[in-house]
């Protein structure tokens, strides 16, 4: 929790459950990844925050963006962006959206496989486009899955066939899962990466850009390796797979930028014994799996909590929500203690909670309104 945060929250004592957001954090954040990894152009990854405050600075830092929809290219521009500095990529574009965006002057697009293919050479001509390719994502606490990404044989073919389509094949993408704590998840991609450039060149496609997509953890109740390690692993790897000729090098962090920077502050609404002789305390706060702690599912994402009463005698809980769903159980089996003396009313703060959380809000879900959002 930044200095800034702790002062707004004694001194304003915002009704919960809201978020307050040191945007001098992201900042922070953003200086430290380009010092990490300096030969990267930061496309930040919009949908882990579009708060205006937060993309206004971004701009005003001179980043670009990752968009996932027409809307968020509208957010960014509205926020200043310039067209050239935003790349549609989402592999699931709507067709008006496609349009949208090449309308606005948006150029650069993905995609991973044909049909999507042919949307873009149809919709957004002559556009540049890059092909995302399915990369391992183990290592990471919120993996994406087989949802998005290509073989290296496909990519291929596909990406002379985007040139056949009239449009500019540009280059490579992929996303080694969110919240990946294994350095080595990149260097094995940017091997991938670099023999499939080296393919296409044979084939007389020189690509001329390298998307080494988000995935970036940041610090929640473990240790992760810091954001200098995983620059050291990239640029060693860049070295070794393309040498001298470095291609234009991407990354799109979301939660790395804006996920330290956010603190929840909630509210204990009960603390039960339920009856058991054996077994936690059930601690119930004004926030829960609806309310926008979506990646607490199957407890992926465990954050840190605070409450004033740190430092006394702790003991075992269970941590939930405040909506009638058996669902929205936050943790039951990652070990979380809290102080015994806890009781309602008392505030718990949550940290690391800037990205994937305000977005992720359900709209009156039992009557609850989404949380206040504070950028400060
Ligand atoms: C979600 C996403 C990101 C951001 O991922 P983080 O793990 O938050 O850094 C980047 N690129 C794409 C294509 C994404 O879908």
């Given at each position: 929790?930044?200095?800034?945060?702790?002062?707004?929250?004694?001194e304003?004592?915002p009704?919960?459950?809201c978020l307050?957001?040191?945007?001098?954090e992201?900042?922070?954040?953003?200086?430290?990844?380009?010092a990490a990894?300096?030969?990267?152009r930061?496309?930040?990854?919009?949908?882990?925050?579009?708060?205006?405050p937060l993309?206004?600075?971004?701009?005003?830092?001179?980043a670009?963006?990752?968009?996932?929809?027409?809307d968020?290219?509208?957010?960014?521009?509205?926020?200043?962006?310039?067209?050239?500095?935003?790349?549609?990529?989402?592999?699931?574009?709507?067709v008006?959206?496609?349009?949208?965006?090449?309308?606005?002057?948006?150029?650069?697009?993905?995609?991973?496989?044909?049909?999507?293919?042919?949307?873009?050479a149809r919709?957004?001509?002559?556009s540049?486009?890059?092909?995302?390719?399915?990369?391992?994502?183990?290592?990471a606490?919120?993996?994406?899955?087989?949802?998005?990404?290509?073989t290296?044989?496909?990519?291929?073919?596909?990406?002379?066939?985007a040139?056949d389509?009239?449009?500019?094949?540009?280059?490579?993408?992929?996303?080694?899962?969110?919240?990946?704590?294994?350095t080595?998840?990149?260097?094995?991609?940017?091997?991938?990466?670099?023999?499939?450039f080296?393919?296409?060149?044979?084939?007389?496609?020189?690509?001329?850009?390298?998307?080494?997509?988000?995935?970036?953890?940041?610090?929640y109740?473990?240790?992760?390796?810091?954001?200098?390690?995983?620059?050291?692993?990239?640029?060693?790897?860049?070295?070794?797979?393309?040498?001298n000729?470095?291609?234009?090098?991407?990354v799109?962090?979301?939660?790395?930028?804006?996920?330290?920077?956010?603190?929840?502050?909630?509210?204990?609404?009960?603390?039960?014994?339920?009856?058991y002789?054996?077994?936690?305390r059930?601690?119930?706060?004004d926030?829960?799996?609806?309310?926008?702690?979506?990646e607490?599912?199957?407890?992926?994402?465990?954050?840190e909590?605070r409450?004033?009463?740190?430092g006394?005698?702790?003991?075992?809980?269970?941590?939930?929500g405040?909506?009638c769903?058996g669902?929205?159980?936050?943790y039951?089996?990652?070990?979380?203690?809290?102080?015994?003396?806890?009781e309602?009313g008392?505030?718990?703060?949550?940290?690391?909670?800037?990205a994937?959380?305000?977005?992720?809000?359900?709209?009156?879900?039992?009557g609850?309104?989404?949380?206040?959002?504070?950028?400060?």
């Amino acid at each position: 929790m930044t200095p800034k945060i702790s002062q707004f929250l004694a001194e304003k004592k915002p009704q919960t459950p809201c978020l307050v957001m040191d945007v001098d954090e992201v900042e922070r954040r953003y200086r430290d990844m380009q010092a990490a990894i300096p030969p990267a152009r930061i496309y930040y990854a919009v949908k882990a925050n579009p708060a205006r405050p937060l993309l206004d600075r971004l701009v005003f830092l001179g980043a670009s963006f990752d968009a996932a929809s027409w809307d968020e290219i509208d957010f960014c521009l509205s926020a200043g962006a310039r067209p050239e500095n935003i790349s549609f990529g989402n592999t699931v574009k709507k067709v008006s959206a496609i349009k949208a965006a090449y309308e606005a002057g948006i150029r650069l697009f993905v995609f991973d496989c044909i049909e999507e293919l042919e949307k873009i050479a149809r919709f957004a001509p002559g556009s540049r486009v890059y092909c995302r390719l399915l990369v391992n994502n183990q290592g990471a606490e919120w993996p994406l899955s087989r949802k998005f990404g290509t073989t290296p044989e496909s990519a291929r073919k596909l990406l002379l066939r985007a040139r056949d389509l009239g449009l500019d094949p540009y280059g490579v993408s992929f996303h080694v899962g969110s919240q990946q704590i294994s350095t080595d998840a990149y260097e094995v991609a940017i091997s991938r990466a670099g023999a499939l450039f080296a393919d296409l060149a044979a084939d007389g496609v020189r690509l001329r850009m390298l998307n080494l997509g988000g995935g970036f953890p940041i610090h929640y109740r473990e240790d992760i390796p810091g954001i200098r390690q995983f620059g050291q692993t990239i640029s060693r790897a860049l070295t070794a797979y393309f040498g001298n000729t470095l291609p234009e090098i991407l990354v799109e962090p979301g939660r790395f930028i804006a996920g330290s920077a956010g603190v929840v502050s909630s509210e204990v609404i009960l603390v039960s014994h339920r009856g058991y002789d054996e077994g936690p305390r059930w601690v119930y706060l004004d926030i829960g799996r609806f309310g926008g702690l979506a990646e607490t599912e199957g407890e992926s994402i465990r954050y840190e909590l605070r409450t004033a009463r740190d430092g006394a005698e702790t003991g075992p809980v269970a941590i939930a929500g405040p909506t009638c769903d058996g669902a929205d159980i936050l943790y039951e089996k990652s070990g979380y203690v809290l102080p015994v003396t806890l009781e309602a009313g008392d505030r718990i703060e949550i940290l690391g909670t800037g990205a994937y959380v305000s977005t992720y809000c359900s709209t009156r879900f039992n009557g609850f309104l989404p949380l206040t959002e504070y950028y400060i």
